[in-house]
Nanobody, 121 residues
Framework: QVSLVESGGGLVQPGGSLRLSCAASGSGISINAMGWYRQAPGKERELVATVTSGGSTVYRDSVKGRFTLSRDNAKNTVHLQMDSLKPEDTAVYYC???????????????WGQGTQVTVSS
């Protein structure tokens, strides 16, 4: 199993910045990708950004140019730098990891507990 610990959420004004961090830990696993989803009240959880162990990134259109996802494979950690935040970015942000057991072939997903991001004046 993979345990994910998130940090960095908070309250900021529109146009402000936050940096979310997520550290993954586990024994006998190989992480294929990590990233962030978010969920606002009454809405479905949606992908924000993901990065593979090889460095390939995917961002949803609404955050392109504003958010940057970086990784540290040695520490199994990712950081989501969020700039030019907008009220519509307000949501609970969940870290996710896609992984396989060492020697295994099937991928599984793990989720963090979520961290609140609120953008409001």
């Amino acid at each position: 199993q993979v345990s994910l610990v998130e940090s960095g959420g908070g309250l900021v004004q529109p146009g402000g910045s936050l940096r979310l961090s997520c550290a993954a830990s586990g024994s006998g696993i190989s992480i294929n990708a990590m990233g962030w989803y978010r969920q606002a009240p009454g809405k479905e959880r949606e992908l924000v950004a993901t990065v593979t162990s090889g460095g390939s990134t995917v961002y949803r259109d609404s955050v392109k140019g504003r958010f940057t996802l970086s990784r540290d494979n040695a520490k199994n950690t990712v950081h989501l730098q969020m700039d030019s935040l907008k009220p519509e970015d307000t949501a609970v942000y969940y870290c996710t990891a896609n992984y396989a057991l060492l020697g295994g072939f099937r991928l599984s997903d793990s989720w963090g507990q979520g961290t609140q991001v609120t953008v409001s004046s």
